[in-house]
């Protein structure tokens, strides 16, 4: 892994069940001395949760912002279904509102380009990575022009472009500072739906997968897929996402996504494990054509 965007990077265990996930998690959890991001303070119980899952008295809060108008009909419909699970596990499932997470796209789309723009300048040609004409004729800063040509995609140019431009003078306050105090609003409104629940749900996507290079000529219809797990990003919060069925119209993955205060991510995998084990005791697993239907 390499540093994109300082503040909101991270490492998370992908794996086929929840239990997986957890043994993972665990082995790459941890305080690292040589790592400043790296937080001290002792590994939540997440095997132990995965492996004892039940919300039996949990209150878990449906997050009004994320439902609506651009969220495809099949993702709200398993989505609803998934709640309504999760009430018959023996959850309490209350609406909570946050109001700042309308903002959190355009904060992110100004903080991770700003980050982004500063990290990348040590891929120059000079120390480490790709070098591109580099014949004896050019100087170091043609060499390296070449280099970030030929090495960048256009989407990581797109991010280092605006976020060059966030940062530079005159605009610093107006656009990165402004964000950060965006970043604020949310991590509050985070902390107020927590002292009302235990965890937050959401769709992951608010629409299924699309397909590869079909938003590629439309960046912000691709930035908005990342709607509902931004906002959990930004305030520095835990996050699981696990399939909850088949959209009905196009027969792809639907994502419910759980979120839970930071370092009390053994939540995750207790609601992860409890979903997973109910889906897999009706319908074999989230994934197979018949599931769910409620």
């Not at 170091?140 to 140019?157: D, I, M, N, Y």
């Not at 995750?268 to 697993?285: D, I, P, S």
């Amino acid at each position: 892994m390499v540093a994109f965007s300082s503040s909101l990077d991270q490492g998370g265990p992908c794996a086929r069940t929840v239990l997986d996930a957890a043994l993972l998690h665990e082995v790459i959890a941890g305080h690292d001395p040589l790592d400043s991001t790296s937080i001290d303070a002792p590994v939540p119980p997440v095997v132990e949760a995965a492996r004892n899952g039940d919300v039996k008295g949990m209150r878990v809060g449906v997050v009004k912002q994320f439902r609506g108008e651009g969220y495809q009909a099949g993702v709200l419909q398993r989505f609803d279904e998934s709640v309504e699970l999760l009430k018959e596990l023996g959850a309490e499932v209350v609406e909570v509102d946050c109001p700042s997470f309308d903002l959190a796209l355009a904060a992110y789309y100004l903080i991770a380009p700003s980050e982004c723009s500063s990290n990348l300048a040590r891929f120059d040609a000079m120390r480490y990575g790709l070098r591109v004409g580099d014949d004896g004729t050019k100087s170091a800063e043609e060499v390296t022009a070449l280099t970030r040509e030929a090495g960048f995609g256009p989407e990581v140019k797109r991010r280092v472009m605006l976020g060059t431009y966030a940062l530079s003078s005159g605009y610093y306050d107006a656009y990165y500072g402004s964000a950060q105090k965006v970043r604020t609003l949310i991590t509050r409104d985070f902390e107020k739906a927590f002292e009302q629940v235990d965890v937050l749900v959401s769709p992951t996507t608010p629409t299924t997968a699309f397909a590869i290079g079909e938003r590629a000529d439309d960046p912000m219809a691709m930035y908005l897929a990342d709607l509902c797990t931004i906002p959990t990003n930004l305030a520095g919060n835990a996050a699981m996402s696990l399939p909850c069925g088949l959209a009905p119209e196009d027969g792809l993955p639907v994502g419910l996504q759980i979120i839970a205060p930071a370092m009390k991510d053994d939540r995750l995998y207790k609601v992860g494990a409890a979903v997973e084990a109910a889906f897999t005791e009706r319908w074999g697993h989230p994934l197979l054509e018949e599931a769910p239907s409620l």
